[in-house]
């Protein structure tokens, strides 16, 4: 039933659905369950080590014989600067007065390591069927021994440029990731949120650049959503916020409280948790000091400074310091678990193919 | 072969495709190619005086007997604030010394009058069959008029709020503007520009939220995001950005050559040219003091001060202060007339339809 083929024949999968990795926020249950449902299930190995990364994959190869999506970052970390970092504490001082929190006992920011050595070792051991990438791919000698191990590659594109330069190295899949998508953005030929096309824009531009098959995100948060990207040309839909409605996803009561109400309208680019621009839904420190600020430190350290705010406001019940990753589209989500909502996802698109078919 | 026929049921048009008005770059030619084609075409007014909006629709009106929308801004104009205003002279002086220009000769802005008094008894001496309103809607006397006249109301949404506010005020139909659409955001309640969503996400929520047909526009440049359209629920698309690719379009050579070399990436969101947030062609001017600045007057003066220094430019070729309006989907666009452009959108989506049937 699906109008393009190209991606479940490469990667062996039954249904074009890419459950997005989300560092924090997925772990092995939520993979292993979109996978026996039939989609990709992926594991975001970015706030890992690799000890974890390795129990994770051995729990999801014990629990699923199918395909899964081992996610890495692979930035290159900001070199310390401590003017820079003592510059972003002071801007918050404020915040640690009202909290009552002393600002020299600030935690270190939370780590987000790049795709390295150790991880490709495990990568070579375990040899997940597909492994992707975000914020471009790893040096060339680390991902060629990634191709070797028979792995399919896929990376993130936010502009047409970045899906040539993804192709021209080899990437299997490109996802091409609109404005819309929660979370941080793929980009790193470029820094310019202001500019980046909407995933309506962006699938088109891509589809027509590249040969490989192109994967949407970005604000797609049901069928209709998975059909309209098919229709933009793309092979399958990467889709991301509506699985943070699943119980397999690790969010806070918090977090999880506010995706539930959460409006079209709600959500910004910031920088102030990490020092590079996600998406999330508005709070106090977004309205106060963002939602993108010129002052955090470089990525990913920026979140440093922010964490004893957000654990004391945490406490009181308050997100107000809290990094709460969405995309536009939690407006379109329910709360079930995530092998029903692959399941339903697949069945709405395939509505929506038959409403569209020319005989109605 | 349309999936949804409440738009075209409703206007009484053969394909579900409005030609945006666009300000400027639209006229009497545009509409009627459109029309003739099947498309809804459209005369945006917002620059016109009463006289020629007059003439442009029995231009209109002789060349085609299809029916018509009438486009009007229904914005509330910005006090003078001769302060604010000269603060933004002197932000831009030093281009005034580089051109060799006299501030103090700076021409008047950009005359943008919202639907009035004398625009009303044309609308209703003329009858065209659909009126348009950016920027929300008229007074509520005004707006009954329209209506007693028998012409259907539309108006564009940028949120699920404010397509609950016109519908609740008797819009028959809206338009959920994404962030992806070239031109000035039809934002009315809210000036957040952040947070507006794209096409993906809006469309659907903004179809869950009312019972109006629905048209979705930004970043529709082809076919395929019509196609996408109908499957997020929409009952039609407007495409704006593919008609200035077109001979009727009235635009200048500069915009025409920039636009023809665009990309995905090279648009954004400036309030430098009006006051208010509209989306164009990234130039010198948006990157040295934009895209987005608390300096300029309140819309719709801001062009003023600007004038003088793009005719300079514009004189020996250069579009450091033009406003080079465009969508994010220029890159998806070719030249041709306004009527084969209407029938190529429904061919192609038509195309899609076919190639998402359930039975390949």
């Given at each position: 039933?699906?109008?393009?083929?190209?991606?479940?024949?490469?990667?062996?999968?039954?249904?074009?659905?890419?459950?997005?990795?989300?560092?924090?926020?997925?772990?092995?249950?939520?993979?292993?369950?979109?996978?026996?449902?039939?989609?990709?299930?992926?594991?975001?190995?970015?706030?890992?080590?690799?000890?974890?990364?390795?129990?994770e994959i051995g729990v999801i190869r014990?629990?699923?014989?199918?395909?899964?999506?081992?996610?890495?970052?692979?930035?290159?970390?900001?070199?310390?600067?401590?003017?820079?970092?003592?510059?972003?504490?002071?801007?918050?001082?404020?915040?640690?007065?009202?909290?009552?929190?002393?600002?020299?006992?600030?935690?270190?920011?939370?780590?987000?390591?790049?795709?390295?050595?150790?991880?490709?070792?495990?990568?070579?051991?375990?040899?997940?069927?597909?492994?992707?990438?975000?914020?471009?791919?790893?040096?060339?000698?680390?991902?060629?021994?990634?191709?070797?191990?028979?792995?399919?590659?896929?990376?993130?594109?936010?502009?047409?440029?970045?899906?040539?330069?993804?192709?021209?190295?080899?990437?299997?899949?490109?996802?091409?990731?609109?404005?819309?998508?929660?979370?941080?953005?793929?980009?790193?030929?470029?820094?310019n949120v202001a500019s980046q096309a909407?995933?309506?824009?962006?699938?088109?531009?891509?589809?027509?650049?590249?040969?490989?098959?192109?994967?949407?995100?970005?604000?797609?948060?049901?069928?209709?959503?998975?059909?309209?990207?098919?229709?933009?040309?793309?092979?399958?839909?990467?889709?991301?916020?509506?699985?943070?409605?699943?119980?397999?996803?690790?969010?806070?009561?918090?977090?999880?409280?506010?995706?539930?109400?959460?409006?079209?309208?709600?959500?910004?680019?910031?920088?102030?948790?990490?020092?590079?621009?996600?998406?999330?839904?508005?709070?106090?420190?977004?309205?106060?000091?963002?939602?993108?600020?010129?002052?955090?430190?470089?990525?990913?350290?920026?979140?440093?400074?922010?964490?004893?705010?957000?654990?004391?406001?945490?406490?009181?019940?308050?997100?107000?310091?809290?990094?709460?990753?969405?995309?536009?589209?939690?407006?379109?989500?329910?709360?079930?678990?995530?092998?029903?909502?692959?399941?339903?996802?697949?069945?709405?698109?395939?509505?929506?193919?038959?409403?569209?078919?020319?005989?109605?």
């Amino acid at each position: 039933m699906w109008p393009h083929r190209d991606f479940l024949d490469l990667v062996g999968v039954e249904l074009p659905i890419v459950q997005a990795p989300m560092a924090g926020a997925g772990g092995a249950a939520m993979a292993v369950a979109t996978c026996e449902a039939g989609g990709l299930g992926s594991l975001p190995c970015a706030l890992l080590g690799a000890d974890k990364v390795r129990a994770e994959i051995g729990v999801i190869r014990q629990q699923t014989k199918r395909p899964i999506n081992v996610n890495f970052f692979c930035h290159t970390p900001a070199p310390p600067d401590a003017a820079r970092e003592a510059g972003w504490r002071s801007y918050l001082a404020e915040y640690y007065a009202e909290l009552d929190l002393d600002p020299s006992v600030a935690a270190p920011g939370v780590s987000r390591a790049p795709f390295d050595e150790e991880m490709c070792e495990i990568v070579e051991d375990l040899k997940p069927e597909v492994v992707s990438f975000h914020f471009g791919l790893p040096a060339p000698a680390l991902l060629d021994r990634v191709r070797a191990a028979g792995c399919r590659v896929m990376s993130s594109a936010t502009t047409v440029a970045e899906a040539r330069w993804l192709e021209d190295r080899g990437c299997n899949v490109i996802i091409a990731q609109g404005a819309e998508a929660g979370g941080h953005r793929g980009m790193f030929l470029t820094d310019n949120v202001a500019s980046q096309a909407g995933t309506m824009a962006l699938v088109p531009q891509v589809v027509d650049a590249v040969k490989v098959p192109v994967i949407a995100a970005g604000g797609i948060g049901d069928g209709r959503g998975i059909a309209a990207a098919f229709a933009l040309g793309a092979a399958g839909a990467q889709v991301g916020t509506a699985y943070l409605f699943t119980p397999e996803a690790l969010v806070s009561d918090l977090h999880r409280a506010a995706l539930k109400t959460a409006r079209d309208d709600q959500t910004a680019l910031t920088n102030l948790f990490s020092g590079k621009p996600a998406r999330g839904l508005l709070n106090r420190i977004m309205r106060e000091k963002g939602p993108m600020s010129g002052m955090t430190p470089g990525f990913p350290t920026a979140g440093g400074a922010l964490a004893p705010l957000k654990a004391k406001a945490e406490a009181r019940g308050a997100t107000d310091f809290s990094s709460l990753w969405s995309g536009q589209s939690a407006g379109l989500c329910r709360e079930m678990g995530a092998g029903a909502l692959t399941r339903q996802l697949a069945a709405d698109a395939a509505r929506c193919f038959e409403a569209m078919a020319p005989a109605n």
